[in-house]
Antibody, heavy 120, light 107 residues
Framework: QVQLQESGPGLVKPSETLSLTCNVS????????WSWIRQSPGKGLEWIGY???????NYNPSLQSRVTISVDTPKNQFFLILSSVTAADTAMYFC??????????????WGKGTTVTVSS | DIQMTQSPSSLSASVGDRVTITCRAS??????LNWYQQKPGKAPNLLIY???TLQSGVPSRFSGSGSGTDFTLTINCLQPEDFATYYC?????????FGGGTKVEIK
């Protein structure tokens, strides 16, 4: 049973960089796309982007100038970096696996989420 | 971006009721529509993908229908564990987008 676990600082100062790790256990990170999604009271669920284990990425244009997602396949981990954060980036951040059946894609395994607060 | 609009934003229902939630896309998305359930403090849980295919392990009282721009999630015989917030999400193209959610509360 694949499990995901997010980790990282819970508090980030405005204008600094948010860095999160998603650890994948119980299965290989290979052959799947891996997403970051966040949820804040003001904006609901927001897809940040995803990465394939080869390093191919796709980002939400609303965040593209500030976001980088990377992967470490041997360690079965992938990462989120969000630069120049503001209070609007305060949210619960989730990592998730994207799977598919017959070209229909969905996120079927999620981490429990980690809360990030942007405040000085 | 494709906008996803859910209605209602909240509803009150009793155990045993049949509940229907609708989701409308701002353009046709064929059947590229997923439904998730989320309980407070937890991650979303996939219920239905491809508009009507039940994810493994999800009770059969959940069903989905629709294609194009209009979709429905139905919960037959609502159970106590079904009180939660439900989200639709389109996977037709990126950026992936979610509806605003429907909170199902106990009457």
């Amino acid at each position: 049973q694949v499990q995901l676990q997010e980790s990282g600082p819970g508090l980030v100062k405005p204008s600094e960089t948010l860095s999160l790790t998603c650890n994948v256990s119980g299965g290989s990170i290979s052959s799947y796309y891996w997403s970051w999604i966040r949820q804040s009271p003001g904006k609901g669920l927001e897809w940040i982007g995803y990465i394939y284990n080869t390093g191919t990425t796709n980002y939400n244009p609303s965040l593209q100038s500030r976001v980088t997602i990377s992967v470490d396949t041997p360690k079965n981990q992938f990462f989120l970096i969000l630069s120049s954060v503001t209070a609007a980036d305060t949210a619960m951040y989730f990592c998730a696996r994207r799977d598919y059946r017959s070209y229909y894609y969905y996120m079927d395994v999620w981490g429990k989420g980690t809360t990030v607060t942007v405040s000085s | 971006d494709i906008q996803m609009t859910q209605s209602p934003s909240s509803l009150s229902a009793s155990v045993g009721d049949r509940v229907t939630i609708t989701c409308r896309a701002s353009q046709s998305i064929s059947s590229y529509l997923n439904w998730y359930q989320q309980k407070p403090g937890k991650a979303p849980n996939l219920l239905i993908y491809a508009a009507s295919t039940l994810q493994s392990g999800v009770p059969s009282r959940f069903s989905g229908s629709g294609s194009g721009t209009d979709f429905t999630l139905t919960i037959n015989c609502l159970q106590p564990e079904d009180f939660a917030t439900y989200y639709c999400q389109q996977s037709y193209n990126t950026p992936l987008t979610f509806g605003g959610g429907t909170k199902v509360e106990i009457k």
